[in-house]
């Protein structure tokens, strides 16, 4: 069987979700997705285009009156079969974080000690914005799809999320005051 980028099988899951059109999808991996697995436009439809082409989704293209052509994707049997499979093997790597303020902590003995005190306690503070913004996407999950049967795998990722980021503010405190 031919294997994909992880991307195309993010879009094969997308397309479960009833997006059908190429803004739909980036605006719905925008909204769930971008916490840990970011794609372009320039990624979605050329994945998009391979997905028809190989039979893993289907286009239905409709007029509109002043406007662009209106491609709508729709997932085949085929490409819901390709995604179970992809669902169902090991994981091929753990993926390597790139974290911009370890990277400049690693070389701060060239810079006194207060300024690196300030970048990490800049970098807590974006943390916590991400820990709000996790916590209203999950009210926002909890209001308006507690009936969805994917909600419950939504709340997983975003539970890992918090809980890095939260792991990530307590290493900020922590190494502040190894600092001082």
Known sequence: MK?????TYALLGILTLNCRTGYEIKQRMDQ?????????YGQIYPNLKTLVTDGLATVKV???????????????????EVLKSWLKEPLQHIANERN????????????????????????????????????????????????????????YTLDYGK?????????????IEKIK
């Open 62 to 80: 409709m007029s509109q009156d002043g406007k662009p052509d209106r491609k709508e994707y729709f997932l085949t049997t085929k490409g819901e």
């Open 163 to 175: 809980r890095t980021t939260k792991a990530a503010i307590e290493w900020c405190e922590a190494t």
């Open 32 to 40: 769930s997705l971008n916490h840990f697995w970011k794609i372009s």
């Open 100 to 155: 911009e303020v370890l990277l400049k902590l690693f070389f701060s003995r060239h810079q006194p000690a207060d300024e690196t005190q300030s970048l990490i306690r800049h970098y807590k503070e974006e943390l916590q914005k991400k820990i709000d913004t996790y916590e209203a996407i999950e009210e926002m999950i909890g209001t308006n799809y507690s009936q969805n049967p994917d909600a419950t795998y939504w709340l």
């Open 3 to 7: 294997t994909y980028n992880n991307s």
